[in-house]
């Protein structure tokens, strides 16, 4: 059974960095997306970001674009997620989730029904 954790995370003031990892294990095979979706108290989950398996297709929601940074290690079966200029409505807790389903479009990498296996999350909080 496919099984994620996520590590990193923590409080940084606005403006600062954090980064965020998944590490998946019991794959079946290597061929799969790797997303970040994140949810407020409060709030729905929300897709954050993307990475397709060669990690040459990435997708980043508008609310983190050009702040956040998805990679992939594929040697290191890791994610990670950099998060820089953070902003109070960052906070969240981060999940990081799996699908097989490489042949999914682009636009529809942030929908979490696409997605099957989850990891537990990881909080990030940005606050002064």
């Known amino acids: 059974q496919l099984q994620l954790v996520e590590s990193g995370g923590g409080s940084v003031q606005p403006g600062g960095s954090l980064g965020v990892s998944c590490t998946v294990s019991?794959?079946?095979?290597?061929?799969?997306?790797i997303a970040w979706f994140r949810q407020a108290p409060g709030k729905e989950r929300e897709g954050v970001s993307c990475?397709?398996?060669?990690?040459?297709?990435?997708i980043y929601a508008d609310s983190v674009k050009g702040r956040f940074a998805i990679s992939r290690d594929n040697a290191k079966n890791t994610a990670y997620l950099q998060m820089n200029s953070l902003k109070p409505e960052d906070t969240a807790v981060y999940y990081c989730?799996?699908?097989?389903?490489?042949?999914?479009?682009?636009?529809?990498?942030?929908?979490?029904?696409?997605?099957?296996?989850w990891g537990q999350g990881t909080q990030v909080t940005v606050s002064s």
């Open positions: 989730a799996v699908t097989y389903r490489i042949m999914i479009p682009q636009s529809e990498c942030t929908i979490d029904s696409n997605f099957d296996f």
């Open positions: 019991g794959f079946r095979s290597k061929s799969f997306v």
């Open positions: 990475i397709w398996h060669s990690g040459g297709s990435t």
